[in-house]
């Protein structure tokens, strides 16, 4: 099993945060409870169930297999934004410091923490922007690290 170095500290996760966007357009589907979908499993990148149904987020591709599904509700388009740095599940303050950065540049985001890696879903229109922000993050954040060492 491959080894993971995780990182904790919050000065050291915001220098490394490595943005990378995924290719294509990705969308939120929410289906009732009770509804299936033949959408194949490669194509859904994400599912959460709510009270109120299931909420799968899915490449554009895939949108075909739920518009077939009564009641299903489909988002706007996103885009998807690997935060290519290893956050440790237990970090403080990471995701609320990348939050607010985006936040306070009007850009809205949607995330998802998995086990290695967080990951950003923003509207397809503040890609660029939001891209630009997450790379100025990390090159302050490694240049206040730089000088905090010397």
């Known amino acids: 099993m491959r080894m993971f170095r995780f990182v904790k500290n919050l000065r050291a996760l915001l220098a490394g945060i490595s943005p990378k966007k ?29 009270k109120e149904g299931m909420t799968y987020i899915v490449e554009k591709g895939e949108l075909g297999a739920f518009s077939k599904i009564q009641g299903a509700r489909v988002s ?13 599940l237990a970090s403080i303050g990471f995701i609320a410091a990348v939050s607010k950065a985006l936040a306070n540049r009007g850009v809205s985001v949607n995330v998802v923490s998995a086990y290695c890696h967080d990951h950003l879903l923003v509207p397809v229109k503040d890609t660029k922007r939001a891209m630009s922000i997450l790379r100025r993050i990390s090159k302050e954040s490694a240049e206040k690290a730089s000088r905090l060492e010397s």
């Open 76 to 88: 706007s388009p996103y885009s998807l934004i690997t935060l290519d740095v290893y956050s440790d």
């Open 22 to 50: 995924e290719p294509g357009e990705f969308y939120f589907v929410s289906i009732p409870h009770g509804r299936r979908s033949d959408a194949q499993s490669s194509k859904i990148i994400g599912s959460f169930k709510e």
